[in-house]
C-alpha cells in the first residue's frame, strides 16, 4: 500500500446549528458583492454542469479535497488516504470534529450517502458521469471510508477535488430529496445559505460555528447574475459590486483608468469550440468539419469578441491542464474552406443553424462573428443564444431527439487533468444526456486510449497514450476549436484575496475588505 498525506485544514469546536439562525450579518458588516455574467443553474453541486454555479456553492459544501486557487490539490475533509497495488481501492481517513450546518457530524457514512447517490444512474444527476467509475463507497469505521473502483482510475483523486464533490447533510438528503436540496443546501462550508434566486441573487452569510471560522474574514458575499456587460461594469464603477467577472474585455482599458479598480488578468483553461452533431449532415462529413475550422480566423475572433483577451486554442485542451499538448491552431484558410466543401459535395454550400451556450453580449459577439465568417464560405448559419431554461431540454437528450447543429459551448477541466478535458465532452460513453458531448462524436480507438490512459500511473506512458488520443481528435474535428481565454477580473482596490482559478471558479476564504 502507498500512503499519501497532504496538508489539511485546523479543526475547531463544533456547536449547534441553532445558532446559524443568527447568522446574518449585522449591519456595517464586512460584506462583499459579486457581479457574475451567467444565471445560476442549481446549488446541488451534483447536479450543476457549470463552473459558476459550483464556485457558488463552495461557499457552503467542502469536498474530501479540492484545488487551491492554482490548481494545486490539497486535501479538505480527508486527513489521508491510501491505495491499493492493483489501483481498485482507495481507503481515506477523515478529519474529525468536523461539524456540517445541521449540528451533526461529519463522518464516513455522509461521505457515503453522497457518493450512492451521484453514481445511483436513476437520479439523473449531471454528474453521474464524473463518478460513475465508482462500484461501491464503503463504511469501514466512523472515520474511514473505502472506494472500490470498477477499473483503475489515476485521475481519481483529482476528480474528488472536482467542485462538484461537496459533501451534503445527510438530514438534508433526506429531507429534501430530487431537486429539492438545490433550494436548501446543508454543508460543512465556512458560509450558510440566505437567499437564493437562481437568476436574480445567490446570497451568503458567515457560518460562525466553522472549524476555523476566525479565518473568515468576510460577513457576507452577494453573488448577482448581470449577464450585460455594460450594466456589471456600472455597477463596479458605483460600487454597486466590488468584484465583477468576467470583465468585458472590450472595457478593460476604460477600467483602468478608475483609480479606484484594479484589473487582473490570468492564464485560463477554458476553451470556447463549437461541436458538431455528427449524426446529421453534412456534419457526419469530416471534410465539412474541417472546412469549417479553416472558415474561421480565430486571431480575429479574439480581437473582435475579446479585445486580444484570448488566444487561438491549439489543442483539445487549453495550455495548464496536465498531460494536453499543442497541436495546432487551425490557420484560417476561407480558400482551403471552399475547396474542401466543394469536395464534399456543397460547392454552394449549406445552411445550418449555430446555437450558444451563452446569451451574455460576450457570447452574442461571438456567434454573429462565425455567422459571418462561415457566410465568407457560402454557409448560411441562423443564430440562437439560449436562455438558462433553454438548456436543459435542448441539449440533454438523447441523439435521437437531438435537434443540435451546431452549439457554440465551452469547458474549464476543473480537475485539472485532461481526462475531465477529453472524456465528458468526446467518449462514446458521454454522448448527451449522460454528459456534454452534445455532437454524439464516436471513435472506438479514443475510447481505448482513455481508458488505458487511466488505467496507468506512469507519467511517461501516460503522456504518450494522451498525445495520440489528443492527435485523433484535432484530425477527426468533431469541433471547431476557437480560443482559450485570459481571465480578466475587476475588482475594487479595498477587496484582497478574491482570486479566480485557471479553471474559471472562485477562491474566497481569505477574501477580505480593506
Known sequence: MTKFSLRGLALSAAVSAAALAASVPAAGAAELTVAVAANFTTMDPYDANDTLSQSVAKSFYEGLFSLDKDMKLVNVLAESYTVSPDGLEYTMKLKKGVMFHDGTEFQAAAVKANFDRVTNKANALQRY??????????????????FTLKKPFSAFINQLAHASGGMIC????????????????CGTGPFTLDKYNPSEIARVVKNPNYRDADKIKLDAITFKPVTENSTRVAMLRTGEAQVIFPVPPEQVKSLE??????????????????AFNVLKKPFDDPRVRKALNYAVNKQALAKVAYSGFAMPAAGVAGPGVDFQIDIGPWPYDPKKARELLKEAGYPNGF??????????TTGQKVIQFLQQQFAQVGVKASIMAM?????????????????????????????????????????????????????????????????????TTDREKKQAIYSEAQKIIWDEAPWIFLIVEQNVTGRKKNVENFFVQASGGFEFYSAYLK
Request: charged content about 20%; hydrophobic content about 35%; overall charge negative.
Open 170 to 185: 445527510p438530514s438534508a438528503l433526506e429531507k429534501y430529496p430530487g431537486k429539492q436540496v438545490g433550494f436548501h443546501p
Open 129 to 146: 458521469s464524473l463518478y460513475s467509475n465508482i462500484a461501491k463507497t464503503e463504511v469501514i469505521d466512523p472515520y474511514t471510508v473505502k
Open 257 to 274: 483608468s478608475d483609480d479606484s479598480v484594479s484589473i487582473t488578468v490570468t492564464p485560463s483553461i477554458s476553451e470556447r469550440y463549437v
Open 351 to 360: 445552411e445550418t443553424t449555430l446555437w450558444s451556450l451563452y446569451n451574455h
Open 387 to 455: 436562455e438558462s431554461g433553454q438548456r436543459t431540454a435542448l441539449l440533454s437528450v438523447p441523439p435521437e431527439k437531438a435537434g443540435v447543429k451546431m452549439i457554440y459551448t465551452g469547458w474549464s477541466p476543473s480537475t485539472g487533468e485532461l481526462d475531465w478535458a477529453m472524456r465528458p465532452l468526446l467518449a462514446t460513453e458521454s454522448w448527451a444526456p449522460v454528459a456534454g458531448n452534445y455532437g454524439f462524436f464516436s471513435n472506438k480507438k479514443f475510447d481505448d486510449l482513455v481508458q488505458e490512459a487511466l488505467a
